[in-house]
Antibody, heavy 121, light 107 residues
Framework: EVQLVESGGGLVQPGRSLKLSCAASGFTFSNYYMAWVRQAPKKGLEWVATISTSGSRTYYPDSVKGRFTISRDNAKSSLYLQMNSLKSEDTATYYC??????????????WGQGVMVTVSS | DIQMTQSPSSMSASLGDRVTITCQASQDIGNNLIWFQQKPGKSPRPMIYYATNLANGVPSRFSGSRSGSDYSLTISSLESEDMADYHCLQYKQYPLTFGSGTKLEIK
């Protein structure tokens, strides 16, 4: 059974940093692009970051580029999101998601339960 | 960046109604579109892959279609369990972009 379990959320002051983790199981983690997607309270979904299978390629929207860093440890089947210079608008539930393997059309087929990040003084 | 314009933002329909939600892409995305269902407090669930393909376990009353740059999610006969938010996502190119979401309520 595929499982994605996020951790590391919480309350943080503006300008500070936080690192999220996502523990994956039930599939060959190293075969998949992985992503973070967030959802501000009562708002829609926003893609935050993607990382390639080896970690050599990363992608971000302008809203987080230069502040957030996605990384992975294939040996530990783990995905990370380092968030620096946090702003109040980063307040959201952050989801870890399996993006795809590049061979099948089943992108974003599994999601974690989400972890809440609140940026407030 | 590719903009996904989703409509309506909210709607109310009766049980048994046919319901259609639409996303319009600002650039060509081919069929690289996913529809998600999200219930309160839950993670998104993929419903339709590659614009028209039903995901595993999704009831056959759900369908996806494409007409040019317009992509539609249709529920042929609304059931109470379909009350949820629906989102489209284009994955043709980065940055990946979601539609703004549709809140579907039951009258």
């Amino acid at each position: 059974e595929v499982q994605l379990v996020e951790s590391g959320g919480g309350l943080v002051q503006p300008g500070r940093s936080l690192k999220l983790s996502c523990a994956a199981s039930g599939f060959t983690f190293s075969n998949y692009y992985m992503a973070w997607v967030r959802q501000a309270p009562k708002k829609g979904l926003e893609w935050v970051a993607t990382i390639s299978t080896s970690g050599s390629r990363t992608y971000y929207p302008d809203s987080v580029k230069g502040r957030f860093t996605i990384s992975r440890d294939n040996a530990k089947s783990s995905l990370y999101l380092q968030m620096n210079s946090l702003k109040s608008e980063d307040t959201a539930t952050y989801y870890c998601a399996r993006e795809g393997d590049g061979y099948n059309p089943y992108y974003f087929d599994y999601w974690g339960q989400g972890v809440m990040v609140t940026v407030s003084s | 960046d590719i903009q996904m314009t989703q409509s309506p933002s909210s709607m109310s329909a009766s049980l048994g109604d046919r319901v259609t939600i639409t996303c319009q892409a600002s650039q060509d995305i081919g069929n690289n579109l996913i529809w998600f269902q999200q219930k309160p407090g839950k993670s998104p669930r993929p419903m339709i892959y590659y614009a028209t393909n039903l995901a595993n376990g999704v009831p056959s009353r759900f369908s996806g279609s494409r007409s040019g740059s317009d992509y539609s999610l249709t529920i042929s006969s609304l059931e109470s369990e379909d009350m949820a938010d629906y989102h489209c996502l284009q994955y043709k190119q980065y940055p990946l972009t979601f539609g703004s979401g549709t809140k579907l309520e039951i009258k």
